[in-house]
């Protein structure tokens, strides 16, 4: 008697064993370093330029604020920003499959931590304010100029000093993620 072996072929769609880790690796490096750019600006201004600002007369300190206001609107500070926003999100949602991971809980805190305190913060105060300052005319008077900068600077350097924690934070939860070895099991 003979016997005749008889292999099967499979047509399942195989596992994508590298591309999920892929995504995952590559929307947690983007978001990290979306969000590295974005506090590194906040910490910018809080160590540098406002230091500078502080010691300006008043109509330079509120001509230089204004032009800076105008300037920072461009396409790279707005692919940092807004990118760190959508790649966090992504991020988060490429480890929603660990949910009991160290690294999508750090995805996820970083997420709260700029969303909330870096982007909502920036949107609806620091923004706002600037739109404020922007309507101090150049040819305002010396008590217009000094109540402005008064209305604005201590305030403003206040909510930068918080979005800049904040921020940091978020970046350094992300370098945490970053840091822990991907469990292999699982999806």
Not at 19 to 33: D, F, K, Q
Not at 96 to 116: E, M, N, T
Request: proline share 5%; aromatic share 10%; charged share 10%.
């Amino acid at each position: 008697m003979s016997h005749t072996r008889i292999e099967t072929v499979s047509h399942a769609v195989p596992r994508p064993r590298i591309l999920v880790p892929a995504v995952r690796s590559l929307t947690l490096g983007l978001a990290t370093l979306a969000t590295g750019l974005v506090a590194g600006v906040f910490y910018a201004y809080a160590v540098s330029v406002n230091l500078g600002l502080a010691v300006q007369p008043d109509a330079s300190y509120v001509a230089t604020m204004q032009a800076i206001n105008a300037r920072i609107q461009n396409p790279a500070f707005f692919a940092s920003f807004f990118g760190a926003a959508l790649f966090l999100l992504a991020a988060l949602a490429a480890h929603i499959p660990r949910p009991w991971s160290g690294r999508f809980r750090l995805v996820a805190l970083a997420c709260v931590l700029y969303i909330v305190g870096g982007f909502l913060l920036t949107a609806f105060v620091n923004v706002p304010m600037n739109e404020e300052l922007a309507r101090v005319a150049a040819s305002a008077s010396p008590g217009e100029l000094a109540g402005a900068r008064a209305a604005y600077e201590g305030p403003w350097n206040f909510w930068n000093g918080v979005r800049t924690v904040f921020s940091s934070m978020a970046f350094l939860a992300l370098i945490g993620a970053c840091l822990l070895r991907e469990d292999r099991g699982g999806r």
